[in-house]
């Protein structure tokens, strides 16, 4: 096995010995995760507008590459199609920036239906498992996902407000910890 840079051969254990000497800083790096996901559950509408703008202004990047790759299309219909394509997309990120909450609400109200949607499918999956599987924790799990869409669902608009920063907020926190965990495990031992 070749490594990344260079021809050297490296093995697992020879990164994770390379890993140990920045063990200090990648515990620093989850203290970051963790004091921005804190922050992010401090405030979770100002998050959600955050993250929305974020999200917007990927879209509005994702429009403008769209348009420019309209140009090396060879036929007018799918030169045609990329720009509207690409026009969709910059719409988007625009709308994202112009109406930050707005655009969390419509997320919401997608995110909540995409997660009925998916513990339903989950509940079904596991009750065409096999016996003898391990079908009740696909079940149990189809069901939390169900209920955790149709509470945001019960709740919307207003879910719109905190739900997306919540979400942020708590990804961060668990990045954050996996990061500390993982830099401590790595921290040489005397």
């Not at 096999?130 to 079940?139: H, N, P, S």
């Amino acid at each position: 096995m070749t490594g990344i840079i260079g021809n050297s051969p490296r093995g697992l254990g020879s990164a994770i010995h390379e890993l140990r000497g920045k063990w200090g800083w990648i515990v620093a790096l989850g203290v970051v995760f963790v004091i921005s996901g804190a922050i992010a559950l401090g405030s979770v509408i100002l998050a959600t507008a955050v993250s929305v703008v974020y999200v917007g202004f990927m879209m509005l990047l994702a429009g403008v590459a769209e348009i420019f790759s309209a140009f090396q299309m060879k036929t007018w219909g799918k030169f045609f199609l990329w720009i509207l394509l690409g026009l969709i997309y910059a719409l988007a990120g625009f709308f994202a920036f112009e109406n930050p909450l707005l655009v969390a609400g419509v997320l919401t109200l997608f995110l909540g239906a995409a997660l009925v949607a998916s513990g339903i499918l989950r509940i079904y999956l596991a009750f065409q498992m096999q016996e003898g599987t391990r079908w009740g924790w696909v079940a149990f799990s189809g069901v939390i996902t169900a209920l955790l869409g149709l509470m945001i669902l019960a709740h919307w608009p207003v879910s719109g407000l905190y739900v997306l920063g919540t979400f942020l907020g708590v990804d961060l926190l668990f990045t954050g910890f996996s990061w500390i965990n993982f830099g401590l495990a790595l921290k040489p031992r005397a």
